[in-house]
């Protein structure tokens, strides 16, 4: 038996048959074929930043840490390709030395590509779709020991399948991605009366390249971000005005907080409205993805939904209203962020303009009443669940939600007719494949 895993949030672990490390293509299908022929299931993991157990087995885990390279960068045609096992913010970097970017990111970047986007991992802005639809190209690594790509070339029918396919589809190898020319971002936060915002949002939400804001329950107050693409040059925070505002407030004085209303829960509204007290306004004008994300070294359990964005509004109020209860022990803060439509198959924003709602719960506190309590509100909106974080729905519930839900299984089932690549999370939320149902 190999070593246990677990995730970064410390709500899931495993103990694997064993853990295996790729170095290169050639190991990674003999890898997969290998498993494959044994009887075992597989499952890839990168930086094990999704919430449950949808990276866990018992069988064969394969940890990309080691297929780290860019492979290729092309200036002409914006495209980009990498390793599976790249994290975001290595990748940035390198590509940025080339004069590129890519257009959005999700607001934290110590996740791999393909764990990224094979969750749906989406950034804000109206006008920007999640980062998967950036994908042009993978490979997978198949379980008879053969690559494929997919590609708007190669089987472009499946690629909108295999852009978000939580590892149901095969072990990603490489990843093609379309990019943009670097550019810089000018982010302000702001206070504003969370009245105001629900408002008027959508003048925010269409009033600023990225928008999302925050809000604390209990309170009144909203914090909102609004950023903006400029033909400035970055200029960076000095290192001690940076370590003050993303280091010392936004996480340490927040994790301080949230012991304290974890130890003295009766507590919670009051630190609540204390730390809502403290948001002032603040600037920041660099790269774009050191604007896009931002440091998290507080642990959390998070659920996320993606819901049409004209009931935003009424459903931010129900989840407040859900919140506030004193039994539940709220404090952490919920986040608002918006996407425009997409095709993927599985995405949460397929074919629809979306606002995604994020809950919080400070670790080793309990979640579940809350988390269930903010879903059954977002059911009654079509809602569909971030792949990446918690949420209670099971293939019965989730495929009506799916226009190409049977697409996307017709694919798993010739890619993976034996189910190389389930595990319990998988068999709750697809189904098992069709020739084991």
């Known amino acids: 038996?190999?070593?246990?895993?677990?995730?970064?949030?410390?709500?899931?672990?495993?103990?694997?048959?064993?853990?295996?490390?790729?170095?290169?293509?050639?190991?990674?299908?003999?890898?997969?074929?290998?498993?494959?022929?044994?009887?075992?299931?597989?499952?890839?993991?990168?930086?094990?930043?999704?919430?449950?157990?949808?990276?866990?087995?018992?069988?064969?885990?394969?940890?990309?840490?080691?297929?780290?390279?860019?492979?290729?960068?092309?200036?002409?045609?914006?495209?980009?390709?990498?390793?599976?096992?790249?994290?975001?913010?290595?990748?940035?970097?390198?590509?940025?030395?080339?004069?590129?970017?890519?257009?959005?990111?999700?607001?934290?970047?110590?996740?791999?590509?393909?764990?990224?986007?094979?969750?749906?991992?989406?950034?804000?802005?109206?006008?920007?779709?999640?980062?998967?639809?950036?994908?042009?190209?993978?490979?997978?690594?198949?379980?008879?020991?053969?690559?494929?790509?997919?590609?708007?070339?190669?089987?472009?029918?499946?690629?909108?399948?295999?852009?978000?396919?939580?590892?149901?589809?095969?072990?990603?190898?490489?990843?093609?991605?379309?990019?943009?020319?670097?550019?810089?971002?000018?982010?302000?936060?702001?206070?504003?009366?969370?009245g105001e915002v629900l408002e008027n949002l959508d003048d925010l939400a269409d009033g600023s390249d990225h928008f999302e804001f925050y809000v604390f329950p209990h309170t009144e107050t909203a914090l909102i971000r609004q950023s903006e693409r400029t033909a400035d040059e970055p200029r960076p925070r000095n290192a001690v005005s940076e370590f003050a505002q993303e280091i010392v407030l936004e996480n340490w004085a927040m994790d301080a907080i949230s012991r304290i209303g974890r130890a003295m829960p009766s507590r919670i509204p009051a630190l609540a409205r204390f730390a809502a007290g403290q948001v002032g306004r603040s600037e920041k004008v660099d790269r774009s993805y050191r604007v896009f994300a931002s440091q998290r070294r507080i642990h959390f359990v998070e659920m996320e939904y993606a819901i049409p964005r004209r009931h935003a509004a009424e459903a931010i109020r129900s989840v407040l209203e859900v919140a506030e209860r004193p039994e539940l022990r709220v404090g952490f803060p919920i986040e608002v962020r918006f996407a425009a439509p997409d095709d993927s198959h599985l995405s949460p924003a397929h074919d629809r303009d979306t606002a995604y709602v994020a809950v919080h719960m400070y670790e080793g506190m309990p979640f579940e009443a809350y988390f269930r309590a903010v879903e059954e509100i977002m059911d009654g909106y079509g809602g569909r669940p971030h792949w990446g974080k918690r949420h209670f729905q099971t293939a019965a519930t989730l495929a009506p939600r799916y226009p190409r839900w049977e697409e996307f299984l017709a694919l798993r089932d010739r890619l993976d007719p034996r189910g190389a690549f389930r595990n319990a999370h998988l068999d709750r939320v697809l189904g098992p494949p069709s020739a084991l149902a």
Request: hydrophobic share 45%; charged share 25%.
């Open 1 to 194: 038996m190999a070593a246990k895993w677990s995730n970064w949030a410390g709500d899931a672990s495993c103990r694997p048959a064993r853990i295996e490390r790729p170095a290169n293509r050639a190991e990674l299908v003999d890898a997969v074929r290998r498993a494959a022929v044994e009887g075992q299931a597989v499952r890839a993991v990168g930086a094990g930043h999704s919430f449950g157990d949808l990276a866990c087995t018992g069988g064969v885990l394969l940890r990309l840490d080691r297929l780290t390279r860019v492979l290729d960068v092309d200036r002409d045609s914006h495209l980009v390709k990498v390793e599976a096992g790249i994290g975001l913010r290595v990748m940035n970097e390198t590509i940025w030395s080339h004069g590129l970017s890519l257009e959005n990111l999700g607001d934290i970047d110590r996740q791999t590509v393909s764990g990224a986007i094979s969750t749906g991992t989406h950034g804000t802005g109206s006008g920007f779709r999640n980062m998967s639809t950036q994908v042009e190209a993978v490979e997978l690594a198949l379980p008879d020991g053969s690559m494929i790509e997919i590609s708007a070339d190669s089987e472009p029918e499946a690629l909108p399948a295999a852009r978000i396919a939580l590892g149901a589809l095969g072990v990603i190898a490489t990843v093609t991605l379309r990019v943009v020319p670097a550019f810089t971002l000018r982010r302000v936060d702001s206070p504003r009366p969370l």
